[in-house]
């Protein structure tokens, strides 16, 4: 969440912090979240967890599981960073994420469009998401 959702105005625990972020691995970072107050670490620890491309993997491991147990498909039609996160953050999780889709051949549609990192508000392209969409 403090990846995909960072500063984003509409969740609470994602808009309590304003620093910098990272992605992969804790996506507050130690230093930054000990200087908070006492009330911001509260809102903001719950989404504070390591995170990278082996943790995606095994957050696919209960759907993956279940589709095969019911002998039905996977499919992903809604994922994405805002576009308040810098671009390299958005970049690494894109493709650690497509990646991990792709892995599993689960096909998939980006739901990031207007203001959520493929185009801002103005209709205006991301270059870093048209080249990464461009080689899938």
């Not at 990846?3 to 990272?22: D, I, L, N, S």
């Not at 994922?79 to 889709?101: K, M, Q, S």
Request: glycine content about 8%; hydrophobic content about 40%.
């Amino acid at each position: 969440m403090h990846v995909t959702h960072y500063r984003a105005p509409f969740a609470k625990e994602c808009a309590a912090y304003g620093g910098p972020a990272q992605y992969p691995g804790l996506p507050i970072p130690q230093t930054e979240f000990d200087r908070l107050p006492a009330e911001t670490q509260r809102l903001v620890a719950k989404w504070n967890k390591h995170y990278d491309a082996g943790v995606m993997a095994g957050d696919f491991l209960w759907p993956l599981a279940t589709a095969a147990r019911t002998k039905l498909p996977l499919y992903c039609g809604e994922f994405g960073v805002i576009r308040n996160a810098p671009p390299e953050i958005r970049d690494a999780w894109h493709r650690d994420f497509i990646g991990t889709l792709e892995a599993h051949g689960i096909p998939w549609a980006v739901w990031n469009y207007k203001g959520w990192g493929f185009f801002d508000r103005d209709g205006v392209e991301d270059p870093v998401l048209h080249e990464l969409l461009s080689k899938t």
